[in-house]
């Protein structure tokens, strides 16, 4: 145990001399302009950080700002970007008090509710920096926060942040030649005469606009210059960017620009100061056109995969790589939209584990090397051999690239380029890759947006639709809906699936005019209309016209078209009528196929008075019945009577024995012009088919005892003879109270299925009956319900044409 005690003591000790190595060959580097960075990248290596930042004194000395960072996004730890000097925050307490200052998650909690530092499941240490330099804060994951040897490590990176406060810019006229200061409120901007003559500017002349600058930049390069001249909102650091501005005669001119973003003080802007020098001087335009030609194409791309396959067009075969990956950045994650190739094989088997859905994801805090290039927001390039995390490692053995996009104020996503040999990165491919970036940024947003509303549209549609089709005896339903790709605007088309008594269904498809809120609002409707006349026990002729007077009393601008099927499960028969709508495509078990020709009436909302006359279609076990909207067999310029045609062709060759893949393969060219609803049944036959009878009981003083009879009879000759005296007690209680308290017509139906005997008597009241609460002793009548319920398994009410049906079931021989 000792032994194991000594050796990771020596192991924590080696981890210190290494980290003071590694320090010490940064130190050495002074002309290094990211050597803040890699100071503070060995917090990360060394000490266990996941975040590490080095805070200054503004230049009026009361805010801490960040001047540096490295480690994963700080806004996932809510910290700022400055702190009052004076406050209470740890950065503040241990600047002014010159010595460390830890919190864990119960400070921070309490911290948090004081509004000084955000609260979560980590631990936060603040270390002061010396001669005035500020403050080292880092942060730790880790269940139990910073080790002993983990704070010294950090002590270490203290020491070697040599950084003071910038000093304030020099005046326009001592600026170095090719340096400029730019003022992020206003878009003033001071420039050396060097500058303004890579510009071709006089300095007399020049307004000190930065509009005048980009005015003479390529058009193509305007969206990732802008990402960085208006990139206040981004984290404070470096910026570096190669850009192209016009001359008046020849090729245009490779410019590159490196600054840095310097937070502002009171009353005073951030700003943006640096150098611009000439680069390069390109005379080959393949890539010039190369970029264009992606312009056009982004500028046409609607969605986030469009973005994608433009990207990969661009760039995978011009630069020889061997596969590029596209993903967005949603919050914290990465969401690949576009892996090239597709083939799981081509990728590394650790991504094959990790993005292992269709939209697959990870965290960005996974990948530290790619959480850095996204914060600092441009292009990073590492040869072969470079010491990078896995996940990115063999990405890219031969040479990786990575291309944060980045889109007005923030990161849209990242582009990973990567090539299995070793590959030589030239001048030309990395001016390449920051062009594309800005367009594929702006781009992917634009996209992003349209992709969202257009599932915002998609839900709100699909809302209104059925979550679920009903399971049938003897028959199997699937539907399918597509909404349009055209536009953002809600459709009208719908579809259901309605379980009538008596093993009946009604299958109903309809329209409603135009794409719009009204549209589908108009659509909920109809669609709840035509189940409550459904249910109701309508025939179907009465249920469509019943919603069309319906919806002419609503005085909508709006008419709607409808096609309704009422199929009888047990006969294999059915009654279909058409209000404007397309008729049913009928497959047969031969593989014939049919378009129904059923006589139709005028669209609902049309006419007042108007009749729809019902169709009758035989269904032999094995057909398939088939309703569909005019999206899937109308396109502009082509037919509608040839698009069903072909619907009926692509039916015929079809396996009815999956209905779903018959669905997916009918919407496999769909032209998402318009929306589409398909709606398919497959009619099998039921096994088992119930027996019926059905009795008009006569208003006369003998009516419950020939009733009874009728029901003895009948049990008789279905062979029950069990539990017949329980079956017709409880037809003279249902008869009696019919007879009692209603008037009008009276019927009863006895229907048996298996052991199952279902008693059901309709009246001409819509009033169902009352389960009594208590009754007592001299009361004259309220038992017949309780002495029902207490006979049958389960009993209830349904609404039928005018009335109500009392039904009640009884499991025969229990």
């Given at each position: 145990?000792?032994?194991?005690?000594?050796?990771?003591?020596?192991?924590?000790?080696?981890?210190?001399?290494?980290?003071?190595?590694?320090?010490?060959?940064?130190?050495?580097?002074?002309?290094?302009?990211?050597?803040?960075?890699?100071?503070?990248?060995?917090?990360?290596?060394?000490?266990?950080?996941?975040?590490?930042?080095?805070?200054?004194?503004?230049?009026?000395?009361?805010?801490?700002?960040?001047?540096?960072?490295?480690?994963?996004?700080?806004?996932?730890?809510?910290?700022?970007?400055?702190?009052?000097?004076?406050?209470?925050?740890?950065?503040?307490?241990?600047?002014?008090?010159?010595?460390?200052?830890?919190?864990?998650?119960?400070?921070?909690?309490?911290?948090?509710?004081?509004?000084?530092?955000?609260?979560?499941?980590?631990?936060?240490?603040?270390?002061?920096?010396?001669?005035?330099?500020?403050?080292?804060?880092?942060?730790?994951?880790?269940?139990?926060?910073?080790?002993?040897?983990?704070?010294?490590?950090?002590?270490?990176?203290?020491?070697?942040?040599?950084?003071?406060?910038?000093?304030?810019?020099?005046?326009?006229?001592?600026?170095?030649?090719?340096?400029?200061?730019?003022?992020?409120?206003t878009g003033r901007v001071r420039v050396g005469d060097d500058l303004l003559d890579l510009?071709?500017?006089?300095?007399?002349?020049?307004?000190?606009?930065?509009?005048?600058?980009?005015?003479?930049?390529?058009?193509?390069?305007?969206?990732?210059?802008?990402?960085?001249?208006?990139?206040?909102?981004?984290?404070?650091?470096?910026?570096?960017?190669?850009?192209?501005?016009?001359?008046?005669?020849?090729?245009?001119?490779?410019?590159?620009?490196?600054?840095?973003?310097?937070?502002?003080?009171?009353?005073?802007?951030?700003?943006?100061?640096?150098?611009?020098?000439?680069?390069?001087?390109?005379?080959?335009?393949?890539?010039?056109?190369?970029?264009?030609?992606?312009?056009?194409?982004?500028?046409?791309?609607?969605?986030?995969?469009?973005?994608?396959?433009?990207?990969?067009?661009?760039?995978?075969?011009?630069?020889?790589?061997?596969?590029?990956?596209?993903?967005?950045?949603?919050?914290?994650?990465?969401?690949?939209?576009?892996?090239?190739?597709?083939?799981?094989?081509?990728?590394?088997?650790?991504?094959?584990?990790?993005?292992?859905?269709?939209?697959?994801?990870?965290?960005?805090?996974?990948?530290?090397?790619?959480?850095?290039?996204?914060?600092?927001?441009?292009?990073?390039?590492?040869?072969?051999?470079?010491?990078?995390?896995?996940?990115?490692a063999e990405v890219g053995p031969g040479g990786l690239a990575v291309l944060p996009l980045?889109?007005?104020?923030?990161?849209?996503?990242?582009?990973?380029?990567?090539?299995?040999?070793?590959?030589?990165?030239?001048?030309?491919?990395?001016?390449?890759?920051?062009?594309?970036?800005?367009?594929?940024?702006?781009?992917?947003?634009?996209?992003?947006?349209?992709?969202?509303?257009?599932?915002?549209?998609?839900?709100?549609?699909?809302?209104?639709?059925?979550?679920?089709?009903?399971?049938?005896?003897?028959?199997?339903?699937?539907?399918?809906?597509?909404?349009?790709?055209?536009?953002?605007?809600?459709?009208?088309?719908?579809?259901?699936?309605?379980?009538?008594?008596?093993?009946?269904?009604?299958?109903?498809?309809?329209?409603?005019?135009?794409?719009?809120?009204?549209?589908?609002?108009?659509?909920?409707?109809?669609?709840?209309?035509?189940?409550?006349?459904?249910?109701?026990?309508?025939?179907?002729?009465?249920?469509?016209?019943?919603?069309?007077?319906?919806?002419?009393?609503?005085?909508?601008?709006?008419?709607?078209?409808?096609?309704?099927?009422?199929?009888?499960?047990?006969?294999?028969?059915?009654?279909?009528?058409?209000?404007?709508?397309?008729?049913?495509?009928?497959?047969?078990?031969?593989?014939?196929?049919?378009?129904?020709?059923?006589?139709?009436?005028?669209?609902?909302?049309?006419?007042?008075?108007?009749?729809?006359?019902?169709?009758?279609?035989?269904?032999?076990?094995?057909?398939?019945?088939?309703?569909?909207?005019?999206?899937?067999?109308?396109?502009p310029g082509s037919d509608i009577d040839d698009g069903m045609e072909h619907l009926a062709?692509?039916?015929?060759?079809?396996?009815?024995?999956?209905?779903?893949?018959?669905?997916?393969?009918?919407?496999?060219?769909?032209?998402?012009?318009?929306?589409?609803?398909?709606?398919?049944?497959?009619?099998?036959?039921?096994?088992?088919?119930?027996?019926?009878?059905?009795?008009?009981?006569?208003?006369?003083?003998?009516?419950?005892?020939?009733?009874?009879?009728?029901?003895?009879?009948?049990?008789?000759?279905?062979?029950?003879?069990?539990?017949?005296?329980?079956?017709?007690?409880?037809?003279?209680?249902?008869?009696?109270?019919?007879?009692?308290?209603?008037?009008?017509?009276?019927?009863?139906?006895?229907?048996?299925?298996?052991?199952?005997?279902?008693?059901?008597?309709?009246?001409?009241?819509?009033?169902?009956?009352?389960?009594?609460?208590?009754?007592?002793?001299?009361?004259?009548?309220?038992?017949?319900?309780?002495?029902?319920?207490?006979?049958?398994?389960?009993?209830?009410?349904?609404?039928?044409?005018?009335?109500?049906?009392?039904?009640?079931?009884?499991?025969?021989?229990?």
């Amino acid at each position: 145990m000792a032994n194991v005690v000594s050796q990771g003591a020596q192991e924590r000790g080696t981890r210190t001399l290494r980290a003071e190595g590694a320090l010490k060959a940064i130190a050495v580097d002074h002309e290094s302009p990211d050597r803040l960075r890699r100071i503070l990248e060995q917090a990360l290596v060394f000490a266990g950080a996941a975040f590490a930042a080095v805070y200054a004194p503004s230049e009026d000395g009361e805010l801490l700002c960040l001047m540096e960072s490295a480690g994963v996004p700080r806004t996932l730890y809510g910290l700022r970007d400055s702190y009052p000097r004076a406050g209470r925050s740890p950065v503040a307490e241990a600047h002014r008090g010159g010595r460390p200052v830890s919190l864990g998650p119960a400070e921070l909690a309490e911290h948090a509710q004081a509004r000084r530092v955000p609260s979560g499941g980590f631990f936060l240490t603040a270390l002061p920096v010396q001669e005035d330099g500020g403050c080292l804060l880092a942060v730790s994951e880790h269940p139990e926060g910073f080790a002993a040897d983990d704070l010294r490590c950090l002590e270490l990176v203290s020491g070697a942040v040599a950084f003071t406060a910038p000093a304030a810019p020099a005046e326009a006229g001592d600026l170095p030649p090719s340096a400029f200061s730019l003022a992020m409120d206003t878009g003033r901007v001071r420039v050396g005469d060097d500058l303004l003559d890579l510009f071709g500017l006089d300095p007399v002349e020049f307004d000190g606009r930065i509009e005048t600058l980009l005015s003479l930049t390529v058009p193509e390069d305007l969206p990732s210059l802008m990402s960085v001249v208006e990139a206040d909102h981004m984290s404070i650091g470096d910026r570096e960017l190669e850009f192209r501005v016009l001359q008046p005669a020849g090729p245009p001119k490779w410019l590159r620009l490196r600054g840095r973003l310097l937070p502002g003080g009171e009353g005073r802007p951030a700003r943006l100061v640096g150098t611009v020098v000439d680069v390069s001087l390109r005379s080959d335009v393949t890539d010039v056109a190369r970029v264009q030609r992606l312009a056009a194409a982004l500028a046409t791309a609607v969605t986030v995969r469009d973005v994608g396959k433009a990207v990969v067009a661009a760039l995978r075969m011009p630069l020889r790589a061997d596969r590029i990956a596209l993903a967005e950045l949603e919050s914290d994650r990465l969401v690949v939209t576009v892996l090239d190739p597709p083939e799981p094989e081509a990728w590394p088997e650790l991504w094959r584990s990790e993005w292992r859905t269709e939209w697959p994801d990870a965290p960005v805090r996974a990948m530290p090397t790619l959480a850095a290039a996204l914060r600092e927001g441009r292009a990073r390039i590492w040869p072969a051999g470079s010491p990078l995390e896995r996940a990115l490692a063999e990405v890219g053995p031969g040479g990786l690239a990575v291309l944060p996009l980045p889109a007005g104020n923030r990161m849209a996503g990242v582009c990973l380029i990567g090539w299995d040999t070793p590959h030589d990165f030239g001048t030309d491919e990395r001016a390449l890759l920051t062009a594309c970036a800005g367009l594929a940024g702006q781009a992917l947003v634009r996209a992003r947006a349209f992709d969202a509303e257009h599932e915002l549209v998609g839900m709100l549609q699909r809302q209104l639709l059925p979550r679920s089709l009903p399971r049938l005896p003897g028959a199997e339903a699937v539907a399918r809906y597509l909404p349009s790709t055209a536009g953002l605007e809600l459709g009208g088309d719908w579809y259901d699936v309605i379980p009538l008594p008596d093993n009946h269904v009604a299958l109903v498809i309809g329209d409603v005019q135009g794409h719009s809120a009204g549209a589908a609002t108009l659509m909920g409707q109809m669609r709840t209309a035509l189940r409550a006349y459904a249910v109701e026990g309508h025939p179907p002729d009465v249920v469509v016209a019943h919603a069309n007077r319906l919806l002419m009393d609503m005085e909508s601008d709006l008419f709607a078209t409808c096609c309704y099927v009422d199929v009888d499960l047990e006969e294999g028969a059915a009654w279909c009528v058409r209000a404007g709508h397309l008729p049913p495509v009928l497959r047969y078990p031969d593989g014939r196929t049919e378009i129904a020709e059923a006589e139709g009436g005028p669209p609902l909302g049309v006419v007042t008075r108007a009749d729809f006359p019902m169709s009758p279609l035989r269904l032999p076990p094995g057909t398939v019945i088939a309703l569909v909207t005019d999206g899937l067999v109308e396109t502009p310029g082509s037919d509608i009577d040839d698009g069903m045609e072909h619907l009926a062709e692509r039916l015929a060759d079809a396996t009815p024995a999956d209905l779903g893949l018959v669905a997916d393969a009918l919407l496999g060219d769909a032209p998402r012009s318009d929306d589409v609803a398909l709606l398919l049944l497959r009619y099998d036959g039921m096994e088992l088919r119930p027996l019926r009878e059905g009795w008009t009981v006569w208003r006369v003083p003998q009516a419950v005892g020939h009733a009874r009879r009728f029901a003895r009879r009948t049990l008789r000759s279905w062979g029950v003879t069990v539990d017949q005296d329980a079956a017709l007690l409880v037809v003279s209680e249902l008869v009696t109270n019919a007879l009692v308290h209603t008037d009008g017509q009276v019927r009863m139906d006895l229907t048996l299925v298996n052991n199952r005997l279902r008693i059901a008597v309709a009246d001409a009241s819509p009033r169902s009956p009352v389960r009594p609460t208590s009754i007592g002793w001299e009361a004259t009548g309220g038992r017949g319900i309780l002495l029902v319920e207490a006979l049958t398994a389960t009993w209830g009410t349904l609404p039928v044409s005018g009335g109500k049906q009392v039904w009640a079931e009884l499991t025969l021989g229990r």
